[in-house]
């Protein structure tokens, strides 16, 4: 079957050091890949997509492109605040049959010191 | 806010019972999803429903099942409760099927298993 795996947290960075979070998959097919973010007592909120292959996906200062050749799609931000401590989540979307069966890492925890 | 709308926010109840959790999609979205979030498991795709119709089946036990009613709300029903089943449970909708569709994730349910 899918899987996504994500390095394990807690990744702890000062605010305005480099970010990033590696994330690579398994997919019988040809997934879409997600980055989300979950802030503490919240529900996850999309942060960034991609659909193909070498497509970057860009919001709010983060990237991640799509690598069909080494199966990744790391999540990077070149100066990262305390406001962006929270939980990422990789996951991808594959088609099986005539639906789309999403699959989720284990998530990545951040925190940001001032 | 996500539009998406998840009752109770907490349950407590004892191993044995069963409980009914409900999701109210954003408007407009056809597609509803439940997950499972726990320490142990991580987030764990259950199962999703496509304007009424069972679409697609992840690592849902037999002891759970779900249903989407015409006005395309949501309910989870869990069954012989074990305490391995206290955990985050999540609903999700999106505008059509999957694919690379953003889904819209719910608050949560808190449940706790004595």
């Known amino acids: 079957g899918n899987s996504v795996t994500q390095m394990e947290g807690p990744v702890t960075l000062s605010e305005e050091a480099f970010l990033t979070i590696n994330c690579t998959y398994t997919?019988?097919?040809?997934?879409?890949l997600f980055w989300y973010v979950q802030y503490p007592g919240e529900g996850l909120q999309l942060l960034l997509k991609a659909t193909k292959a070498d497509d970057k996906g860009s919001n709010k200062g983060f990237e991640a492109t799509y690598r069909k050749e080494t199966t990744s799609f790391h999540l990077e931000k070149g100066s990262v605040q305390v406001s962006d401590s929270a939980v990422y989540f990789c996951?991808?979307?594959?088609?099986?049959?005539?639906?789309?069966?999403?699959?989720f890492g284990r998530g990545t925890s951040l925190i940001v010191h001032p | 806010d996500s539009g998406v709308t998840q009752t109770p926010k907490h349950l407590i109840t004892a191993t044995g019972q069963r409980v009914t959790l409900r999701c109210s999609p954003r408007s407009g979205d056809l597609s509803v999803y439940w997950y499972q979030q726990s320490l142990d498991q991580g987030l764990q795709f259950l199962i999703q429903y496509y304007n009424g119709e069972e679409r697609a089946k992840g690592n849902i036990l037999e002891r759970f099942s779900a249903q989407q009613f015409p006005d395309l709300h949501s309910e989870l029903n869990l069954s012989s409760l074990e305490l391995g089943d206290s955990a985050l449970y999540f609903c999700?909708?999106?505008?059509?099927?999957?694919?690379?569709?953003?889904?819209?994730f719910g608050p949560g349910t808190r449940l706790t298993v004595l």
């Open positions: 997919a019988t097919g040809y997934p879409s």
């Open positions: 996951a991808l979307s594959d088609r099986s049959g005539g639906s789309y069966i999403p699959t």
């Open positions: 999700a909708s999106s505008v059509s099927l999957g694919g690379s569709d953003e889904q819209f």
